[in-house]
């Protein structure tokens, strides 16, 4: 159908009218106006969205790294900032370098490890433990066979005796009567006494034994006074008693630190024999170490049983190692320099507070942690034991995360961060974290939070680009 001459009329006055406009100056003018508008923004958008792209990108490699690290990885690093050190998945302080070569060295294959290094490492040893002319030393591969090789004091006539005041649970998990029970299998393991109150009556009849005490954590070994028994007793032979100290927490040398019992007081007390766990209170590695008057630790040494208590000579020497740093410590000696577990022991008040304060301010600047405030209660050596220390701790809270869910990220990630809860804030306590590892432990608390920040940020700039794209 032909279109109408009207229509036709008014489609020329209309193309008329736009072109008349569009050779007016002011309509120029206002189209290059919005053209460079447009113009300019195009950058910003691209901008935006490759922002969007990169720290999607970034988070992304992030998660694969940590992951990679976890399911590669055999040892995680540990962040402890539970405020408890003992922990059984472990305290999160090294050992000093100095004692990790010394091991290296022996472990290496290519040294010489026959019986003359032996030999030499004992006299090594014992030079370095306190009171070396009377005393001596051995090192068990872990606490529970230095425990065990107690048992080699006894005999048919000198049983093995123990108050059941004193039975307490090891580290271990295993109940102290079970370990001495283990290398006792053909002598007598003696139990007196009760469990509420503790009496040196309570070995009234025993005129010759291997008497076994322990720091339960709550309350210091006391040393028997047999002596006295015997002088009230007709009988003969009760001061002929055998007197042995376990510590489960405690150092070689004696250090003052934090209230630590050590083998260095009990033997200057009148213990005939202390055993002492080895790991980072002792500076040194896992082990046990027996400590000692000679004729005990000789007659342990020279019976067959020990061959399979004893540690190899890499860990003797690492130990032995750190009973020296120890002592060089102590005696204040120019060069000597405080081990990882001495400078934690050691820091400031202040010096936790000031660093609180940072991480706070740090952590503060993440819109998705809610609050983080600084707290002032006591860290612990154990988490029931007498021995606490003055500390600081952040409290913080997520805008998305329950505590709970943000700590088991934490433990589960690449360094492991170990931290509690309480109500709905995950408390971090920095009395066993290192100075050195407060940008880690940052960067590891805000890891989940700047996850959820990107996604959120990056669901926002898709929203920016397709408003644009309809402008």
Known sequence: MAIPPWTVDLIRRGL??????????ETIERLKNQAGEILQDLPQTAARGIDAVMRSAESGKKSVQ???????????????????????????????????????ELLSGDTVTDDELTQKLQRRLDRAIPGADEHSALVAHQFDAAIAAIALLASDERPVVLHRGHAIRLPSGRALPAVLADTTANRRVVEVGGINRVDVADFAGLASCVVVLADDGNRGVELFDFETLAAKSSSAGKQ???????????????????????????????????????????????????????????????????????????????????????????????????????????????????RAERLSTRLLGNDLIAKCEVGAAEAKITDDGRWKIPS???????????????????????PAVFANVDGDDLVLDLRWIAAADDAKLADAIS????????????AASQVSSQQMGEV
């Not at 008329?16 to 100056?25: E, G, L, N």
């Not at 399911?71 to 922990?87: E, F, K, Q, R, S």
């Not at 472990?90 to 070569?101: K, N």
């Not at 890891?447 to 990056?458: N, Q």
């Open 66 to 104: 940590r992951w990679t690290r976890k399911h590669t990885t055999l040892a995680i690093p540990m962040l402890n900032a539970t405020g408890v050190l003992c922990d059984a998945s472990g305290t999160g302080v090294p050992l000093d370098d100095s004692i990790l070569e010394l091991g290296f």
């Open 392 to 414: 600081r701790q952040l409290r913080i809270r997520h805008q998305h995360l329950s505590a709970q869910d943000w700590v088991d990220k934490l433990r589960g990630d690449v």
């Open 240 to 354: 002929d008693a055998i007197q042995v100290v376990v510590l489960p927490v405690g150092t070689v040398r004696e250090s003052g630190k934090a209230g630590l019992p050590s083998a260095e007081s009990l033997l200057n007390a009148g213990a005939d024999l202390v055993v002492v766990a080895g790991g980072p209170l002792a500076s040194g590695p896992p082990c046990g170490v027996l400590v000692g008057r000679r004729e005990c630790i000789q007659r342990i040494r020279h019976q067959e049983a020990w061959r399979a208590l004893s540690a190899p000579d890499s860990v003797t020497a690492m130990m032995t190692m750190a009973i020296e740093t120890s002592a060089n410590t102590n005696n204040l000696i120019a060069t000597a320099l405080p081990t990882p577990m001495d400078r934690l022991l050691t820091t400031a008040e202040e010096n936790l507070h000031g």
């Open 16 to 25: 008329s009218d736009v072109a008349r406009k569009a050779s007016q100056p």
């Open 447 to 458: 890891g989940h939070a700047v996850e959820r920040d990107s996604v959120k940020r990056d």
